[in-house]
């Protein structure tokens, strides 16, 4: 049997059994999908493969549309000025103290990137087990401003990484700060539009049709600005998180938009995704070292955030605030790509590559066991009054 042949069907399993092992062991399906693909790779089930790490890449990108689609511009203009300037604040701090860590610990510069990493994608997946809450929707509000920032330090240390300190530098960071401004004029551009011509938008994204149109509109623009980041040497995730807003801010109309696309996502490619960040951990080469140094890099990156997080006390009241540190400390793919990027830049080595994987996947283990657990008493609490 070839190994092409034994990576489709262990996949196929792990898409299968990974809703029954979640139920079983009252895991977050990420996090057994992850578990899953450690175990299998370990194995040898599952291997290097051009179509694999391809159908991940793009469960990463579509893991970022949906992120996107939890965004709605006309929305966050409406919200009071207090919220995006503790939110900036939130962030200033969180920058602060990661520098100060950075020094204090004698890190690498990398650090300095890594630690202070914001992504809403994983938010999500808490948003499925639990249902919105006011700390995971304020939580996601000033994540949306920390993945904004997050992406553009990745794009830029990703340019520093290809073209050093050079004037192809300097053109790449003007090329992304000219497409924002063009992005804010293009969404300045379709609000007038849509505001002269309110029938436009249901004419293009109809509610429902036989030909599943508003589906092929959302796909054909995700594809095509993943197209326009690579022509312009950008970070392709800017481009489909900025095609999910674009969706969820003009085209509000179509409520059942994410529902069509969010099946696609969680039941087939972002489930790869999840799969092979676990296949990417080498459990042969996992150590006490560095499950010592994942453990203290994990509690720091989460200690830095719920901090951070005391802008928001009167708001949340204690363990609120502590829920929304812990859910804006998993930037499983910001992190992993940042550690991608500077181990084949060889700014790091194996060593600590594996150390940030494993951190990543660290994180997301507890803040969604720790988020379950609360909820989960908190439900056995109401059935019994």
Partial sequence: MSAEIILIITLSIILLISPFVSNLLNL??????????????????????????????????????????????????????????????????????????????????????????????????????????????????????????????????????????????????????????????????????????????????????????DVRIAISLFFIMIVVMLILHLDVVLGAFVVGVFLSTFFEHNKDLEHKLSPFGFGFLITIFFVHVGSSIDLSKVSIFLIRDSLFITFLMIMLRILSSFLFYKDLGFKNMILFGLSLSMPLTLMIATATLAYQNKVINDYWFMVFVLTAVLEVIIVMLIVKLFYAKKVNIYRKA
Avoid at 73 to 92: A, D, H, T, Y
């Fill in 28 to 213: 977050p399906i990420a996090v057994v999908e992850i578990i899953l693909g450690a175990i299998a790779g370990a194995l040898g089930l599952l291997h290097d493969n051009e179509m694999f790490e391809l159908l991940a890449e793009v469960g990463f990108l579509y893991l970022m549309l949906l992120a996107g689609m939890e965004v709605n511009l006309k929305e966050l203009s409406k919200l009071n000025k207090s919220i995006f300037i503790r939110g900036f604040l939130f962030l200033l701090i969180l920058y602060a103290l990661s520098i100060v860590s950075v020094i204090v610990f004698k890190f690498s510069l990398i650090f300095v990137v890594i630690l202070p990493l914001i992504s809403i994608g994983l938010m999500l997946s808490i948003q499925q087990e639990i249902g919105k809450t006011k700390w995971l929707d304020l939580a996601i509000k000033v994540g949306i401003l920390g993945e904004l920032l997050s992406i553009l330090v990745l794009t830029i240390v990703s340019g520093y990484f290809e073209f050093g300190l050079s004037k192809e530098l300097a053109i790449n960071i003007g090329i992304l700060f000219l497409f924002l401004v063009i992005l804010a004029f293009i969404f300045m551009g379709f609000r007038t539009l849509f505001w002269w011509f309110p029938k436009l938008k249901v004419y293009l994204m109809p509610g429902s049709d036989k030909y599943f149109q």
